[in-house]
Each structure stands twice: as structure tokens, then as C-alpha cells.
């Protein structure tokens, strides 16, 4: 019977540690809330007393903050709250969404768009991310191959969630107007964009249908080239037609032009791997290595690839840490078990009782809800230790009865189930005590707090 057991408590804890997730540390989300608006072209000044003021006296009112910070920025505000670690999340961002909708009738009308609430993540960060350069092609040209090709072929490694581009430039049409040519035909910089609207769309052309024809038309109203922008009609006064080219001039080049990301005056773009919630890291940058590899054969001559970033290192060193300390307590359990009974078959009996206690456990983390990480790491080798004490403790007290009360032959299962119930206690009690002085502490007012539960 208590072999069957064994096994069962194996192949449950086989099949919960196959599906436990692996990370650096559990997944607990902080209990933030961020409301970001964007409004172009305005100043810091002009963000923080028509945006951010508005927006932090509306959601001052809820309860259960415990501190709100923000920061007005050329064109954007960001207002920071932080709840106590008693407030239910999901209640919380609700209270902020219904407060920033009721404060949004006092916001400009003409911001970009209604502002954004989001919660704080834990799977929210990178845990693999690598760097593409090009000493040939411009940043235009590195952030196309890097968001039609490479991006492409890691958006299907299984677990990730998303691919971030850093430093990304994308293509756009940049006007540059001119001053006094706009104020010699009377024109000013809304008119141009009153222009750029009206012409630059598509319509629906509908379709011709005839006895035996029918046909589907297409508008051909988007603006494409240079020429197309700078042959763009502006307006029309007495026959005298205005274009784009007599006020301005188009050319191509990249949408936001503030930012960059270079490496010795290199221009380069990163690609970073955000997981899926519950998924295995290790599993993930393992196939992230195979496909970089196929990447660097494929790649052309003149485009580098380099790896930036990898958090699995250190939850790799943990997992080599954690099966060093394994193998030494099994070591050092049949080296002191022999040397006191001088017996190898009751030296290597605790070998059999350690790995279907630890092996049991990871059944027991996946029904908790558990990840495999640094303090579950930590946890197994305090668990190991304690398990190997009792496996020594028990191993002890049923040879010495097994040899001084009855016969080895006849009565050893009669000792074994003797000893172990009188040593009930005494484990119990040793667990009791472990329990009490890791986690008896009041951590409700610190964010380890979480950590613990």
C-alpha cells in the first residue's frame, strides 16, 4: 500500500511540475494604477492645470489610497496611484475608471484621445531582448526589416505574449512649412491641414454593373510620394491655383524624431520578449537561442545581431544552486546513515523517501496557484533539510526498535509503524517551529507581504 502511494504522489507531482510556470520571482501584481493622457503640442504648463489637476482632484476621493504622484510632460500626463494591500485591484481600477470618465467633461476637447487606466503587470517585462544594427542601412530601413521579418518569426514562440521594437522609426511624410511663403498667399498652418484632410482619403467608389459586366471601383485619393504631397492643391483664388510646393515642402523620414537608440554611434533597433502569464521562461529563452541562431544564418551582411538582455540567467543559476544542494544532502544522508548503522540497505532506504516527498510538492504548488521560482527555490531546499532530518530521525528509531524489541524478520513492519507514530509528535512539532520562524511576522504594511502568501 504505501508503495502505491509513493507512486501516485510521484505522478502527481510529475504532472504538476510539468505544468508549473517558471519565473524570477512570483507574480504578484503591485497594487498601481496609472491614468495617462496625451494631449500634442502642449506645454507641461498647460498639462498640468487643464489635465493632470482635474484628473487627481476627481479620483482623490476614493478609498483606500495610499499615496498619488504625477508628472506633467510636453504633451502627455501621467497620474500614479497607489493602493493599500487590502484593496481589492480590480474594485480599485473600476472606482478610477468611473472617477476619470466623470472628470473627462472637464478635460480640453480637443486631446487626442479620452484617458487611459491601466493596472501594473508582473508579466509585463522583458525577459529576453537582443539589438539589431546596421552600419550600411539608415534607422528607417533597420526598424522595417526588424518589424517585417525578425519581428515576425518570435511572435511564435510558444508562451510569449508580445514582441516590443525600441527604438523603433517608422516611415511618415513630414511637412515642412514656410513661414513667409504661407503669409504671402494669406494662408495659414490650419488651412494646410484642412487640406491634407479633405484630399488625403479614401472613399468608397462603389462598382459599374451592366448586362454582362460588372466592375468595381477604386478611388485613388490616398497621397503616396513626395510628389503627390507637394502637388497637393491647397486652394484656388481666381483661377490661381495654390499648391502644397509653393508653401511647403514634403519628405519622407521618420514619424517622431526626439528619440533614438544607438551603440557607439551605431543607430540600432531592440526586440524584447514580454511572456505570457503562467509560462515557462526557461522554455521560452530556450527557444528563442534556436530561432537567434537560424537568424544569424539568415541575416544579411551588413545587419548585426547581439544579445542586450536575459533575466533566465539568474533563475538558471538558482535551479544548478538548488540541484547541487539535492545532490549534496543525498550524498551526505547515505554517507552518515552507513557510517552509524554500517548497513547500505538502510543507508539507501532515505534515498526513496526524499524525492517522493519534494516530487510530491510540486502537485501541491500547482494546485496553489505557484510558479517555480526564486522563493519556491529557496523554499525546496529549506524543505530538503527538513526532510532529511526526519528521514534520518525515522530511519534511527526503526532500526534501533526493529533490533532490541522484535524480530527483524517477523516483526519489522510491526516497529516501523511504532516508531513512526512516536515520532508524530516530534515532527510536528519541528514543523510547527520552521512554520513559526519563517513566517510568523506581520508584513501586512510592506509589499513582502504579498511574497509570504
Same mark, same amino acid.
Given at each position: 500500500m504505501?508503495?502505491v502511494?509513493?507512486?501516485?504522489i510521484?505522478?502527481f507531482?510529475?504532472?504538476?511540475?510539468?505544468?508549473l510556470?517558471?519565473?524570477e520571482y512570483?507574480?504578484?501584481d503591485?497594487p498601481? @494604477?496609472t491614468?495617462?493622457t496625451?494631449?500634442?503640442g502642449?506645454?507641461?504648463?498647460?498639462i498640468?492645470s487643464?489635465?493632470?489637476?482635474?484628473i487627481e482632484?476627481a479620483? &482623490?476621493g476614493?478609498a483606500?489610497?495610499?499615496s498619488?504622484?504625477?508628472?506633467s510632460n510636453q504633451?502627455?500626463?501621467?497620474?500614479?496611484?497607489?493602493?493599500?494591500?487590502e484593496v481589492d485591484?480590480?474594485?480599485a481600477a473600476?472606482?478610477?475608471r468611473?472617477k476619470?470618465?466623470?472628470?473627462?467633461?472637464?478635460l480640453?476637447?480637443?486631446?487626442?484621445a479620452?484617458p487611459v487606466?491601466?493596472?501594473s503587470?508582473a508579466n509585463?517585462? /522583458?525577459?529576453v531582448?537582443m539589438t539589431?544594427e546596421s552600419?550600411?542601412?539608415?534607422?528607417l530601413?533597420?526598424?522595417?526589416y526588424?518589424?517585417?521579418?525578425?519581428?515576425e518569426?518570435?511572435q511564435t @514562440?510558444?508562451?510569449v505574449?508580445t514582441?516590443?521594437?525600441?527604438?523603433e522609426?517608422?516611415?511618415?511624410?513630414?511637412?515642412?512649412?514656410?513661414? /513667409?511663403?504661407l503669409?504671402?498667399y494669406?494662408?495659414?498652418?490650419?488651412?494646410v491641414?484642412n487640406?491634407?484632410?479633405?484630399? +488625403?482619403i479614401?472613399l468608397p467608389?462603389?462598382?459599374?454593373a451592366?448586362d454582362a459586366t460588372?466592375?468595381?471601383?477604386?478611388?485613388?485619393?490616398?497621397?503616396m510620394t513626395?510628389?503627390?504631397f507637394?502637388?497637393? @492643391?491647397?486652394?484656388? &483664388?481666381?483661377g490661381y491655383?495654390?499648391?502644397l510646393r509653393?508653401?511647403a515642402?514634403a519628405?519622407?523620414?521618420?514619424?517622431?524624431? *526626439?528619440t533614438?537608440?544607438?551603440q557607439?554611434?551605431?543607430?540600432?533597433i531592440?526586440?524584447a520578449i514580454?511572456p505570457?502569464p503562467?509560462s515557462?521562461?526557461?522554455?521560452i529563452t530556450? *527557444?528563442?537561442?534556436?530561432?537567434?541562431?537560424q537568424l544569424?544564418k539568415?541575416? =544579411?551582411?551588413?545587419f548585426?545581431?547581439d544579445?542586450a538582455l536575459d533575466n533566465?540567467t539568474?533563475?538558471r543559476?538558482?535551479?544548478g544552486?538548488v540541484e *547541487?544542494t539535492?545532490? @549534496?544532502?543525498?550524498l551526505l544522508?547515505?554517507v552518515i546513515i552507513?557510517?552509524?548503522?554500517?548497513?547500505w540497505l538502510? /543507508?539507501?532506504?532515505?534515498?526513496?523517501?526524499i =524525492?517522493?516527498?519534494?516530487?510530491?510538492?510540486?502537485?501541491?504548488m500547482?494546485?496553489a496557484g505557484?510558479?517555480? +521560482?526564486?522563493?519556491?527555490l529557496l523554499?525546496i531546499?529549506?524543505?530538503?533539510?527538513l526532510?532529511?532530518?526526519?528521514?534520518?530521525?525515522?530511519?534511527? &528509531?526503526i532500526y534501533?526498535?526493529?533490533?532490541? *524489541?522484535?524480530?527483524?524478520?517477523?516483526?519489522?513492519?510491526? /516497529?516501523?509503524?511504532k516508531s513512526?507514530?512516536?515520532?508524530?509528535?516530534?515532527?510536528?512539532?519541528l514543523l510547527?517551529y520552521?512554520?513559526?520562524?519563517f513566517f510568523?511576522k506581520?508584513?501586512?504594511?510592506?509589499?513582502?507581504g +504579498?511574497?509570504?502568501?
Amino acid at each position: 500500500m504505501a508503495m502505491v502511494f509513493s507512486i501516485i504522489i510521484v505522478l502527481f507531482g510529475l504532472i504538476g511540475f510539468d505544468s508549473l510556470g517558471v519565473r524570477e520571482y512570483p507574480s504578484i501584481d503591485p497594487p498601481i @494604477i496609472t491614468v495617462r493622457t496625451a494631449y500634442t503640442g502642449a506645454s507641461s504648463q498647460v498639462i498640468e492645470s487643464q489635465i493632470t489637476e482635474p484628473i487627481e482632484k476627481a479620483i &482623490n476621493g476614493i478609498a483606500g489610497i495610499k499615496s498619488i504622484s504625477s508628472a506633467s510632460n510636453q504633451g502627455s500626463s501621467s497620474i500614479t496611484v497607489e493602493f493599500n494591500l487590502e484593496v481589492d485591484l480590480e474594485a480599485a481600477a473600476n472606482d478610477v475608471r468611473d472617477k476619470v470618465s466623470q472628470a473627462v467633461r472637464q478635460l480640453p476637447q480637443d486631446i487626442d484621445a479620452p484617458p487611459v487606466v491601466t493596472k501594473s503587470d508582473a508579466n509585463s517585462d /522583458a525577459i529576453v531582448s537582443m539589438t539589431l544594427e546596421s552600419n550600411v542601412r539608415n534607422h528607417l530601413q533597420i526598424s522595417d526589416y526588424a518589424a517585417n521579418v525578425i519581428l515576425e518569426r518570435l511572435q511564435t @514562440i510558444p508562451g510569449v505574449s508580445t514582441v516590443q521594437i525600441w527604438g523603433e522609426k517608422k516611415y511618415a511624410m513630414r511637412i515642412w512649412l514656410d513661414p /513667409a511663403r504661407l503669409s504671402s498667399y494669406q494662408l495659414t498652418a490650419l488651412d494646410v491641414q484642412n487640406a491634407l484632410n479633405r484630399e +488625403n482619403i479614401e472613399l468608397p467608389g462603389g462598382k459599374i454593373a451592366g448586362d454582362a459586366t460588372e466592375l468595381t471601383i477604386n478611388t485613388m485619393g490616398k497621397l503616396m510620394t513626395e510628389d503627390d504631397f507637394n502637388n497637393l @492643391i491647397i486652394s484656388s &483664388n481666381d483661377g490661381y491655383v495654390i499648391r502644397l510646393r509653393d508653401v511647403a515642402t514634403a519628405r519622407l523620414g521618420p514619424e517622431n524624431e *526626439e528619440t533614438i537608440l544607438k551603440q557607439s554611434g551605431t543607430p540600432m533597433i531592440g526586440l524584447a520578449i514580454v511572456p505570457q502569464p503562467g509560462s515557462n521562461y526557461i522554455e521560452i529563452t530556450d *527557444e528563442f537561442y534556436r530561432r537567434y541562431d537560424q537568424l544569424q544564418k539568415d541575416l =544579411p551582411k551588413d545587419f548585426k545581431l547581439d544579445i542586450a538582455l536575459d533575466n533566465t540567467t539568474f533563475i538558471r543559476r538558482s535551479i544548478g544552486e538548488v540541484e *547541487e544542494t539535492l545532490l @549534496i544532502a543525498f550524498l551526505l544522508v547515505v554517507v552518515i546513515i552507513y557510517l552509524f548503522f554500517r548497513d547500505w540497505l538502510i /543507508a539507501i532506504r532515505p534515498l526513496i523517501d526524499i =524525492p517522493v516527498s519534494l516530487i510530491g510538492a510540486f502537485f501541491i504548488m500547482y494546485v496553489a496557484g505557484f510558479s517555480v +521560482n526564486i522563493l519556491t527555490l529557496l523554499a525546496i531546499v529549506l524543505a530538503t533539510g527538513l526532510v532529511v532530518d526526519d528521514g534520518i530521525v525515522v530511519t534511527e &528509531n526503526i532500526y534501533k526498535r526493529s533490533k532490541k *524489541e522484535w524480530s527483524r524478520q517477523k516483526q519489522q513492519r510491526k /516497529a516501523r509503524m511504532k516508531s513512526s507514530s512516536l515520532l508524530l509528535l516530534p515532527v510536528l512539532r519541528l514543523l510547527l517551529y520552521s512554520y513559526l520562524s519563517f513566517f510568523w511576522k506581520d508584513l501586512s504594511e510592506d509589499s513582502f507581504g +504579498n511574497l509570504e502568501l
